[in-house]
């Protein structure tokens, strides 16, 4: 079935670091990819999203590119904020159907004044 | 628009009690999806309705849960004769109608503890 695979955390950055978030998913067909984020004790709140191969779907600084060739959609940012740590993540559904969502475990970010 | 509210937030409760979740999806959006985050983990996929018809079921929902979304807006998801291993976050979500990939907007959850 379909899944996707997370870089595991914590990422421990200083402010204005750069940052990469990996991720990486195995699915048939061209799925949707997503990038959520979930503050402490909160649901999740939608950062970015693509919706076919090449797409660069980018939301408060951060971006990330559908990759079909790597199967990947890593995520990026280029100068953290503290207000970033949170814990990011990845997931993909599929176009038909009733576009379950597939989640990968998450990637805690903290970062440091 | 006041976004998807989930109720209660949080609820204790000891193992072998029922236990009753329910969720406000967003006015309109006519698909509806429940979640559940362990500790530690992505969410995983419980169940789907689209209107009041629940149209696919994981295996992770043992007979001991049950969902309803009786007039197509609000759902409830019941958890009977509650275990240990029930305590997580259960999240609901609602997304739009219609052809194409579609957002889920999630709620803030319902935070399960079972003594």
Redesign the interface.
Known sequence: GDS?TQMEGPVTLSEEAFLTINCTYTATGYP?L?W?VQYP??????LL?A?KADDKGSNKGFEATYRKETTSFHLEKGSVQVSDSAVY?C?L?D?TG?????????TRLLVSP | DTG?S?NPRHKITKRGQNVTFRCDPISEHN?L?W?RQTL??????LT?F?NEAQ??KSRLLSDRFSAERPKGSFSTLEIQRTEQGDSAMY?C?S?TPGP??????????T?LLVL
């Open positions: 996707v949707s997503f959520y004790g909160e649901g999740l709140q939608l999203k919706t993540i997931a559904s176009n009733f576009q379950k969502l597939v989640f990968g475990t998450g | 998807v989930q698909r999806y979640y530690g983990q992505g969410p995983e996929f789907y689209q149209l696919e999240l979500a997304s194409g990939s579609k957002t889920q907007y999630f709620g803030p959850g935070r």
